[in-house]
């Protein structure tokens, strides 16, 4: 096999002078400081008291007010979970400048802030920090602002967070308009006051602006731009902390706050939810990006995640308390495995970039003999994100199912709703086995298609390779001792769910069961059977090995052919190309075929090219016309400002005119 | 179950052909009951092959007495050539035999593979197929018929 057979790389990360690493190193610890105070924030406000705390002179006029509720709490311990690790891994990544300096000092300030905006206690503590969470995710997206690509993405970033922001706004002084203070316990019984229109219209925006952040469809779009550009411990943090916050807002202000509503919010939730991780899980099945690829599912996750919250709603709204509160367990049980999935995911394609110089799969190929630490560590994440029994989402997705499957006979939208979110599930989980597979299959196995094969030593133990080892842990733990985590998921749920609590507990030691509810899982006892058939094939081939003949070293069968080139292995595109067929009516794909012909006939054809682009319909139907019309309504004010002095003259005068007729 | 009476009232009405005589069996040192063959085409006019088709058919059913085709013959226990063997496929056809693994068997199909049936003169043509390797079981015939074929190949998986 020869090497023009490979690709050429380019490299993915563009020589930087390499900074003091005393720079590096504060960064580092002060992000790990931060991390650990969430993490003891977390801790001491899901099992103690709590703290209070009010900095009344920080923003004038209103000061900074923040207090631990138990939600709050918990949204603080997973941001704080991932930003530890996310630390440790910077302790290996930021080395030999792959940071630049503004990312360095901008990441312990955004683990601080992600923590900060769940214990907000008021609504100018919370607006500001989340504006401030925007600006800094904003920076470590442009980390390689001299990149067009990265600049593009920044700026549809931008757009579409700002875009949301107003939306909270905008919801927010709907609420409190009838709220004697702007504290978040006076906004609840100022939202009891609102009309019902009132509540709805405050319901849709605040869907709208946090939805913009949790990457539902249709505000999903930034999530794929955005998180190649960013460096992988910055996608990493925002993938999995970040759109959780914005979960978290859904949350606080259309459970908490306006506690609850009629059951169609639920529906509408269910609705956006199930079109999410569809649409997700079928444009993530057709990336060929690693990094594209995890944040499309990222995009699914939260879909699954909003079908968790608006089955709440729905059952909440329908007097099934019991089936309420186990979607809330779901809901508490898809955010955790998430944020240790997905984060694990990044960090291992930051790995991979750094090794080989690119993160896409069609270059990729034979990392599992390479890299063997960070392909065990994908190898958990194409587990745990592929919702198969012993992969962390599969508890969550369990429960959420479980609640729905033990609706008994309901009347109206509710009966038919039931059994279209299981379907969509069902959709979701099947195809999201197969990006998955397609994930690790082509990534990892196989050959390399590049020709990193040399220069890749092995793979050393240092601090990446250490906290992507936690992560795993992590998600090990949660997909075999669920019902060790049963008691904190029991009382997060508890907090959350809005309509009382049911009377029993969500768990027994080694099975994982659902009081009330017929269900229970036994993930240890699955975990030791597999453990132990592969301890017996393990023994079986040692023992067998004996017997043997020798191995002979041969070459490739290749149906009497020689020399097989890495290329010829399946790749992404091939691998994809059958889902991108079923489901053409949602990708559109974008092909070509291009045929050129020889002189002589023009049957006979010297040169085929093919082009395939991938891009997102909903991007190109939805957000292309609202840009061009923008740019339309710019031109036309364009006309208004020719550079003539004498009209911005006539101008100001009229403007003052015109102050001066309303004020008369 | 009127599906089982009939099978059983039916019976096998493929082809049974006499039963194998013991002398006649070649290469004990294979075994007996399976045989797994990766064709060859070295040269073929594709006669033998429409007739080699044919031997899996109901009517021969060839699989019956344990001989069927492998496309991989890393897994196989032999090589089933015919037709001459042509300058272009005498690598090919010297890596299939390097690709299977010990004991292997190699069976000439049809008179070109067996004695170039005239055609050795051609400027195309490298020779037949024991030139090239040690000939096991020759079918002659141009081209041999299904019940050749069939008989010829029961002597090699003794069935």
């Known amino acids: 096999m020869s090497n023009s057979d490979h690709l050429k790389l380019h490299s993915h990360t563009e020589a930087r002078p390499d900074r003091s690493s005393n720079a590096v190193i504060a960064s580092n610890f002060a992000s790990m400081a931060a991390a650990l105070a969430g993490l003891a924030a977390g801790i001491d406000g899901l099992w103690s008291r709590g703290l209070a705390f009010t900095a009344p002179g920080i923003i004038p006029p209103f000061g900074l007010a923040f207090h631990s509720s138990e939600l709050g709490s918990f949204f603080t311990m997973l941001v704080a979970v991932v930003s530890l690790c996310v630390a ?24 601080a802030t992600l923590e900060v905006i769940p214990l907000a206690n008021a609504i100018p503590s919370f607006l500001f920090f989340w504006e401030l969470m925007a600006l800094e995710s904003l920076a470590l997206v442009l980390d390689h602002h001299q990149r067009v690509s990265a600049q593009r993405a920044a700026l549809l970033y931008a757009i579409v967070t700002q875009f ?220 745990s994100a592929s919702c198969l029994p012993l992969g962390a989402a599969f508890i969550g997705e369990w429960i959420l199912l479980q609640s729905l499957i033990h609706l008994g006979p309901a009347g109206g939208v509710v009966a038919l709703a039931a059994p279209l979110t299981i379907g969509a599930i069902a959709l979701t989980s099947g195809i999201g086995l197969l990006t998955m597979v397609k994930a690790f299959g082509i990534g990892f196995l196989g050959k390399a ?83 132990g058939a592969i301890l017996a094939i393990a023994i079986a081939v040692r023992f067998n090995a004996r017997s043997a003949p020798p191995r002979i070293p041969a070459e490739l069968w290749a149906c009497g052919a020689r020399g097989l080139s890495p290329a010829m292995q399946h790749n992404a595109s091939s691998f994809a190309e059958p889902l991108q067929r079923v489901f053409s009516d949602v990708l559109r794909p974008k092909t070509d075929v291009e045929t050129e012909t020889f002189e002589e006939s023009r049957l006979i054809i010297s040169r085929v090219e093919f082009h395939s682009a991938q891009h997102d319909s909903i991007e190109t139907a939805l957000y292309e016309p609202i840009s061009s019309a923008v740019s339309n309504l710019g031109r036309l004010a364009r006309l208004a400002h020719n550079g003539s002095l004498g009209r911005y003259l006539a101008f100001g005068a009229f403007g003052l005119l015109v102050v001066l007729v309303v004020l008369h | ?47 033998c092959e429409i007739e080699l088709s044919g031997c899996f058919s109901p009517k021969y059913d060839l699989e019956s007495y344990g001989i069927s085709l492998t496309a991989s013959p890393r897994h196989g226990d032999g090589l089933l050539v015919t037709g001459v063997v042509t300058r272009n496929m005498q690598k090919p056809l010297m890596d299939a035999w390097a690709a299977t693994p010990e004991p292997k068997v190699v069976i000439a199909v049809g008179d070109c593979a067996i004695d170039c049936n005239g055609l050795r003169a051609g400027y195309g043509v490298a020779g037949t197929v024991s030139d090239h390797l040690a000939v096991d079981l020759e079918i002659p015939g141009c081209p041999p018929t299904p019940s050749e074929i069939v008989a010829a190949l029961r002597r090699v998986s003794k069935r």
């Not at chain 1, 440790?88 to 683990?111: D, H, M, Q, T, W």
């Not at chain 1, 706050?257 to 269910?270: N, R």
């Not at chain 1, 508490?332 to 999935?341: I, K, R, W, Y």
């Open chain 1, 88 to 111: 440790i891994y910077n302790f290996g990544y930021a080395k030999s400048g792959r940071l630049s300096p503004v990312s360095l000092v901008i990441f312990p300030l955004f683990i």
């Open chain 2, 1 to 47: 179950m009127g599906l089982v009476k009939r099978i059983t009232r039916l019976g096998r009405i493929t082809q049974t052909q006499p039963p194998l005589d013991p002398a006649t069996t070649l290469r004990s040192d294979l075994r007996s009951g399976s045989l797994l063959l990766r064709h060859v085409d070295a040269g073929s006019c594709n006669g």
């Open chain 1, 449 to 531: 298609r590049s020709n990193y094969g040399d220069d890749l030593g092995a793979e050393r133990v240092g601090p990446m390779q250490w906290s992507m080892g936690l992560l795993a842990a992590a998600n090990l733990a949660i997909a075999i001792f669920p019902a060790a985590l049963a008691p904190l998921a029991t009382h997060v749920a508890s907090v959350l769910i809005s309509v009382g609590e049911p009377s029993g507990h969500a768990s027994v030691t080694s099975q994982f069961a659902l009081f009330g509810l017929g269900g229970a899982i036994f993930p240890l006892a699955s975990a030791a059977v597999l453990a």
């Open chain 1, 164 to 383: 949301g922001f107003f939306s909270i706004l905008a919801a927010l002084a709907l609420i409190g308009s009838h709220s004697h203070g702007l504290g978040f316990s006076s906004l609840r019984a100022g939202a009891a006051a609102l009309t019902p229109s009132e509540r709805t219209l405050a319901f849709l925006l605040a869907l709208v602006g946090f939805g913009s952040k949790a990457g539902l469809v249709p505000l999903h779009a930034w999530l794929p731009k955005a998180h190649p550009e960013a460096p992988a411990p910055a996608s990493a943090l925002m993938s999995t902390a970040m759109v959780s916050l914005g979960i978290y807002g859904l949350i606080k202000f259309g459970l908490i706050v306006l506690a609850g509503g009629p059951a169609w919010w639920g529906l509408l939730l269910l609705g956006i939810g199930a079109v999410s991780s569809v649409y997700g899980v079928i444009e993530s099945s057709v990336s060929s990006d690693l990094k594209v690829l995890l944040a499309y599912s990222t995009t699914e996750n939260m879909g699954l995640v909003a079908m968790a919250a608006g089955t709440d709603l729905v059952m909440a709204a329908t007097h099934h308390i019991e089936l309420a509160f186990a979607a809330t367990l779901a809901m508490v049980f898809l955010l955790g495995s998430h944020a240790v999935f997905k984060g694990l995911g990044f960090l291992a394609a930051g790995v991979i970039a750094n090794g080989t110089g690119t993160t896409d799969l069609n270059a990729l190929g034979g990392l599992n003999k390479r890299m063997r630490l960070t392909s065990a560590a994908f190898g958990v994440v194409a587990l």
